[in-house]
T-cell receptor, first 110, second 115 residues
Framework: SQQGEEDPQALSIQEGENATMNCSYKTSINNLQWYRQNSGRGLVHLILIRSNEREKHSGRLRVTLDTSKKSSSLLITASRAADTASYFCATEDSSYKLIFGSGTRLLVRP | GAGVSQTPSNKVTEKGKYVELRCDPISGHTALYWYRQSLGQGPEFLIYFQGTGAADDSGLPNDRFFAVRPEGSVSTLKIQRTERGDSAVYLC?????????????FGPGTRLLVL
């Protein structure tokens, strides 16, 4: 079963614009991770934020976590055509397995 | 070093047949995970190995699914009496220890199609 929902399901932006994706989850977590997937294969880990952290940065990526609202957001700044992919949030509880959301399909138009 | 590899890349089989999907984790990684991803969905957890033993198999959908990791490295996911609903991409991931927050490294997946 899926842990939660990602919003929006699909996003189309112009190159250079920022892209924001949101993720909501249902249960208590140890950490939340964001992954990227191209062409339905090859999940690539982007960033991990622990439950006691509120914000984290990595290059053009900024992730926030609000455990009171059980939500997270991923911001990609100055997007590029190469950022076109599906983005998934995944929560990890004490069992160390990942529970994924349904994903946001991002299209960055050149 | 080499990442997680999975074979075959694609597998087409007929309903009722038996299939085996193989995963080679990153060398030295203790933890290994299997996930299944249907079209348009996020991956769903199937089973997690810590060394040779299955630490959590709560995601296996039914007793037609079984996975082994006899030497604590390569793992095989076995599906008996395949059904059309088993069609999906089967993803394998490994991590260093499986304890504490750490990155799971995913393989490219095996796309299974049951006709």
């Amino acid at each position: 079963s899926q842990q939660g929902e990602e919003d929006p399901q699909a996003l189309s932006i112009q190159e250079g614009e920022n892209a924001t994706m949101n993720c909501s989850y249902k249960t208590s977590i140890n950490n939340l991770q964001w992954y990227r997937q191209n062409s339905g294969r090859g999940l690539v880990h982007l960033i991990l934020i622990r439950s006691n952290e509120r914000e984290k940065h990595s290059g053009r990526l900024r992730v926030t976590l609000d455990t009171s609202k059980k939500s997270s957001s991923l911001l990609i700044t100055a997007s590029r055509a190469a950022d076109t992919a599906s983005y998934f949030c995944a929560t990890e509880d004490s069992s160390y397995k990942l529970i994924f959301g349904s994903g946001t399909r991002l299209l960055v138009r050149p | 070093g080499a990442g997680v590899s999975q074979t075959p890349s694609n597998k087409v089989t007929e309903k009722g047949k038996y299939v085996e999907l193989r995963c080679d984790p990153i060398s030295g990684h203790t933890a290994l995970y299997w996930y299944r991803q249907s079209l348009g969905q996020g991956p769903e957890f199937l089973i997690y190995f810590q060394g040779t033993g299955a630490a959590d198999d709560s995601g296996l959908p039914n007793d037609r699914f079984f996975a082994v990791r006899p030497e604590g490295s390569v793992s095989t996911l076995k599906i008996q009496r395949t059904e059309r609903g088993d069609s999906a991409v089967y993803l394998c991931a490994s991590s260093v220890s499986g304890s504490g927050p750490e990155t799971q490294y995913f393989g490219p997946g095996t796309r299974l199609l049951v006709l």
